[in-house]
C-alpha cells in the first residue's frame, strides 16, 4: 500500500508533453524532497530526479521536476519512444520514519 | 565503478524464510547506507528498511518489523536481508539500493541498484 498517490497510466505521442502527478501529505512531501525513478521495462529503477527539480548527470533535460506544497509533478516534453516506462515518484516520511513510493505510473507511447 | 550484485532467484514454500544478498564494489562500503525495497508483480515500489553499512544500525517498515533483518559484512562489503513466515504476498522481486548524497548535497537519493532478486513463495 503506497502513501503517494499516482495517476496508473499517461500516454502521448511522440513529441507531445506528458505530465505525473504525485500526491503526498506534509509528513513526507510537504516537508522532505521528492525524487523520481524511472524503470525501464525489465530493469531496475533508475534515477530520474532529485531534490524536487534536479537532474543527474546524463538525464536529457527533456524531463523536470516540480513541487509544490504537498505534491510533485514530472514532466517529459519532447516525448520519445524511448520514455516508454514506469516512473516511481518517492520521499522521506517523517512520521513513518522511512522512505515512501508513489503507485507508480506507466507511460505509454502511442 | 559503482557495482551492486545480488544473489539469484529463490523459490520457495510458505513459512519459509529466505535470506539475500547484495555485495557492493566500486566505492567505500562503510560510507553509505543501503536499502531494501521490493516490487510485487504488476505493483509498484514498497520500502522495507535501511541499513548504516558501517554500525549496522537498522530501520524497518512497520509492515515487516518482526519479520525482517537486515545486515552487514564489511570484510565482503555485503548486505543481507532476512524475510521469516513467507506467504504469497511476498513474491517479488528485491532491489537493494545504495543511499547516496544527492549531487547538490540538499538530500539523498538512491543512486545505485541492484539488478534484483525474484522471490518467489509457492506450495
Known amino acids: 500500500q503506497s502513501v503517494l498517490t499516482q495517476p496508473p497510466s499517461a500516454s502521448g505521442t511522440p513529441g507531445q508533453r506528458v505530465t505525473i502527478s504525485c500526491s503526498g501529505s506534509?509528513?513526507?512531501?510537504?516537508?522532505?524532497?521528492v525524487y523520481w525513478y524511472q524503470q525501464l521495462p525489465g530493469t531496475a529503477p533508475k534515477l530520474l530526479i532529485y531534490?524536487?527539480?534536479q537532474r543527474p548527470s546524463g538525464v536529457p533535460d527533456r524531463f523536470s521536476g516540480s513541487k509544490s506544497g504537498t505534491s510533485a509533478s514530472l514532466a517529459i516534453s519532447g516525448l520519445r519512444s524511448e520514455d516508454e516506462a514506469d516512473y516511481h515518484c518517492a520521499a522521506w516520511d517523517d512520521s513513518l520514519r522511512g522512505l515512501v513510493f508513489g503507485t507508480g505510473t506507466k507511460v505509454t507511447v502511442l | 565503478q559503482v557495482h551492486l550484485v545480488q544473489s539469484g532467484a529463490e523459490v520457495k514454500k510458505p513459512g519459509a524464510s529466505v535470506k539475500l544478498s547484495c555485495k557492493a564494489s566500486g566505492y567505500t562500503f562503510t560510507n553509505y547506507y543501503m536499502h531494501w525495497v521490493r516490487q510485487a508483480p504488476g505493483q509498484g515500489l514498497e520500502w522495507m528498511g535501511i541499513i548504516n553499512s558501517t554500525g549496522g544500525s537498522t530501520s524497518y517498515a512497520q509492515k515487516f518489523r518482526g519479520r525482517v533483518t537486515l545486515t552487514r559484512d564489511t570484510s565482503t562489503s555485503t548486505v543481507y536481508l532476512h524475510l521469516t513466515s513467507l506467504t504469497s504476498e511476498d513474491t517479488a522481486v528485491y532491489y537493494c539500493?545504495?543511499?547516496?548524497?544527492?549531487?547538490?548535497?540538499?538530500?539523498?537519493?538512491?543512486?545505485?541498484w541492484g539488478q534484483g532478486t525474484l522471490v518467489a513463495v509457492s506450495s
Open positions: 531534490t524536487n527539480n
Open positions: 539500493a545504495r543511499w547516496g548524497v544527492s549531487a547538490d548535497s540538499r538530500g539523498h537519493d538512491l543512486d545505485y
Open positions: 506534509r509528513s513526507n512531501i510537504g516537508g522532505n524532497y
